[in-house]
């Protein structure tokens, strides 16, 4: 669809947000088709991780004002409808076992700002910002952003974000650890892809196994996810992707784990 495009770099799959005359604002069209952008590469043994970005220097405004203005005048059913959509896309990048990787230019904000913290990692240029920017239009937030970020930053922070809609500057969002690197501006796509690719070659079960560890930790009791952990490596420690990581590193030559489940 034009509004999502995707390309393929070896084992990284770009998915692209593409609408720039709105600077790439969400509907539920980019919704669906990112949704399935992930469903995809979640069955594709092909593709080793995925980045997020958008078209013409900025990652996205969020929600269409104009869609947003339609179905504040319709009934709830039809206003819950879009979120749901929204929902899901987030819900199929958790679910998608691949790492994704936000690429951010000018800023994300509204549901851009839910897109990009619902990614395992971001990369972001220096001088773009993050806004959960509901609030500016008598709106709350939806996309998750409030548990992806709850669980990353202080209340209070995150408390400012929700009640001012302010632009944070990415530099600060990296002191906090929310961004993983901040790089030169027109650049946030190559970083990723380089990160990307370092990922993609690494052990898709493995990987596989740790988001899903990293998403359950917010969740679980300590008891609960030691034994998640227990089981996790006691598999693992019996399949071929550790085997291959063992040999390399007794054999001091790098691992090639491509074609191993």
């Known amino acids: 669809m034009e509004n999502v495009l995707t390309e393929r770099r070896g084992r990284v799959l770009i998915a692209k947000i593409n609408d720039p005359a709105t600077r790439n604002a969400l509907n539920w069209h980019i919704y669906d088709g990112l949704g399935e952008v992930f469903e995809a590469a979640a ?27 339609e179905r504040s005048q319709a009934d709830y059913a039809t206003r819950r409808s879009s979120v749901d959509r929204l929902h899901r896309m987030i819900l199929a990048m958790r679910n998608c076992p691949k790492p994704v990787i ?7 904000a509204g549901a851009g700002a839910s897109t990009a913290t619902a990614c395992d990692l971001i990369v972001a240029a220096k001088g773009s910002y993050l806004s959960v920017a509901y609030i500016k239009i008598g709106l709350t937030p939806d996309g998750g952003v409030t548990a992806f970020l709850g669980s990353a ?13 302010d632009k944070i500057p990415v530099e600060r ?20 892809l380089e990160l990307a690719g370092r990922l993609a ?17 917010r969740l679980n009791d300590l ?11 006691a598999a693992s420690l019996g399949g071929p992707e550790s085997a291959e990581g ?16």
């Open 43 to 69: 069955k594709d043994a092909g593709i080793g991780a995925v980045v997020l970005t958008g078209a013409e220097g900025f990652f996205s405004s969020g929600g269409n004002l104009h869609g947003l203005k």
């Open 102 to 108: 936000a690429a951010i230019e000018g800023g994300a």
């Open 153 to 165: 930053i202080p209340r209070q922070m995150l408390a400012e974000m929700v009640f001012t809609g």
């Open 173 to 192: 969002l990296h002191q906090m650890g929310v961004v993983n690197r901040v790089v030169e501006p027109g650049t946030a796509l190559d970083e990723a």
């Open 201 to 217: 070659d690494g052990p898709a079960q493995a990987l596989a196994n740790g988001k899903r560890l990293i998403d359950q930790a």
């Open 223 to 233: 008891k609960t996810q030691l034994d998640l952990e227990a089981e996790g490596i």
């Open 246 to 261: 063992i040999d390399a590193f007794l054999g001091k030559r790098k691992p090639d784990f491509a074609g191993l489940t």
